[in-house]
């Protein structure tokens, strides 16, 4: 019997602060530091959250209390290249790489403020569904404006 030897995926690098379409900068706090003195690698997935779903609600593309269609996470990842710390802001660059009829695959970059290439930078999808079934519905079209234009 023989078993295959698993490959390694090509490893990512830091990405430059053109390849997002917009940024959202965000405060580091002092509770996010672990003992190792640099924030813990589960807030990067927070502000992943913080940064899209920020944008989604200023754009008016959703309602967190009263609208029908509700995001729901389904995948997420994150590759880091460089530590960041309190008491730094971050810049969280944003951007989207796929829109189906019901799922949006974002793309992050988190850059401590003022550096040109990403301290990590990741990707989570989210399936829109209705807030009450929790099935899966056609994206609104405010919600697919907004989308298309963080389409690189």
């Given at each position: 019997m023989t078993t295959a030897t698993p490959t390694a995926a090509p490893r990512r690098s830091p990405e430059p602060r053109s390849a997002f379409r917009t940024?959202?900068?965000?405060?580091?706090?002092?509770?996010?530091?672990?003992?190792?003195?640099h924030v813990n690698n589960v807030v990067y997935y927070s502000w992943f959250d913080t940064a899209v779903n920020a944008h989604l609600i200023e754009?008016?593309?959703?309602?967190?209390?009263?609208?029908?269609?509700?995001?729901?996470?389904?995948?997420?990842?994150?590759?880091?290249?460089?530590?960041?710390?309190?008491?730094?802001?971050?810049?969280?660059?944003?951007?989207?790489?796929?829109?189906?009829?019901?799922s949006v695959r974002y793309e992050l970059g988190l850059f401590a403020a003022g550096e040109p290439l990403s301290a990590a930078s990741g990707h989570f999808v989210h399936v829109y569904v209705d807030r009450a079934t929790r099935r899966p519905v056609p994206l609104p079209q405010r919600l697919r404006e907004v989308l298309q234009a963080l389409q690189p």
């Open positions: 940024f959202r900068a965000i405060a580091t706090r002092w509770m996010d530091n672990d003992v190792y003195g754009q008016g593309a959703l309602d967190i209390h009263g609208g029908q269609t509700i995001g729901l996470v389904i995948e997420t990842q994150c590759n880091y290249f460089a530590p960041l710390a309190f008491p730094q802001v971050v810049d969280a660059g944003i951007r989207v790489a796929h829109i189906g009829s019901s």
